[in-house]
């Protein structure tokens, strides 16, 4: 069955410290893959998605994702966290014909100053 | 532009009773996706509208979910009557294309 894991629950790191949230999917072929941020209060907010071609995605507010193929990973990632990032965090796939979004269980990110 | 637009944001009924969840998706798209995600679990698709008609309705965990789109535009998901587990947090999206998807801010059941 297709499925998305975001295998961390909560993460806490510092301001000014290196992120990387996890994502593994399980799908037939190569999902389109995606990563939500729903700060407290807001919708869903797209900061980026991955479709084909360069594996190392830019994405809003400083964050960036790899896909690696052989690993079934798209992991998110941020140089230097912001207090502002304390939100979560959630990986989204879905493939062509579908459209239905297969979602992990999030990661809620807390930020120390 | 105008974003994906959800009503109520929260709302709070006994069980037994019905609720009537909005959506308002961008002008123009033809997709429209709800959602819901019940506390501590993952965001799940519950059905999927082209225009009126439903492409998929596989979500949707029983009848007393019904979801309406009359004449493309808005959407509606009635709940009749609700059961404690119908508690959690509805989302809209909607899509020009179906590949990427624009979400709402989300609706906070609560059943009492």
């Known amino acids: 069955a297709q499925s998305v894991t975001q295998p961390d629950i909560h993460i806490t790191v510092s301001e000014g410290a290196s992120l990387e949230l996890r994502c593994n999917y399980s799908y037939g072929a190569t999902p389109y893959l995606f990563w939500y941020v729903q700060s407290p209060g807001q919708g869903l907010q797209l900061l980026l998605k991955?479709?084909?071609?360069?594996?190392l995605v830019q994405g809003i507010k400083g964050f960036e994702a790899e896909f690696k193929r052989s690993q079934s990973s798209f992991n998110l990632r941020k140089p230097s966290v912001h207090w502002s990032d304390a939100a979560e965090y959630f990986c989204?796939?879905?493939?062509?014909?579908?459209?239905?979004?297969?979602f992990g269980t999030g990661t809620r990110l807390k930020v120390l100053a | 532009e105008a974003g994906v637009t959800q009503f109520p944001s929260h709302s709070v009924i006994e069980k037994g009773q019905t609720v009537t969840l909005r959506c308002d998706p961008i002008s123009g798209h033809d997709n429209l996706y709800w959602y819901r995600r019940v506390m501590g679990k993952e965001i799940k698709f519950l059905l999927h509208?082209?225009?009126?008609?439903?492409?998929?309705e596989s979500g949707m965990p029983n009848n007393r979910f019904l979801a309406e789109r009359t004449g493309g535009t808005y959407s509606t998901l009635k709940v009749q009557p609700a059961e404690l587990e119908d508690s959690g947090v509805y989302f809209c999206a909607s899509s020009p294309s179906g590949n990427e998807q624009f979400f709402g801010p989300g609706t906070r059941l609560t059943v009492l």
């Open positions: 991955y479709f084909s071609g360069d594996t």
């Open positions: 509208f082209v225009k009126e008609s439903k492409q998929d």
């Open positions: 989204a796939a879905t493939t062509s014909g579908t459209y239905k979004y297969i």
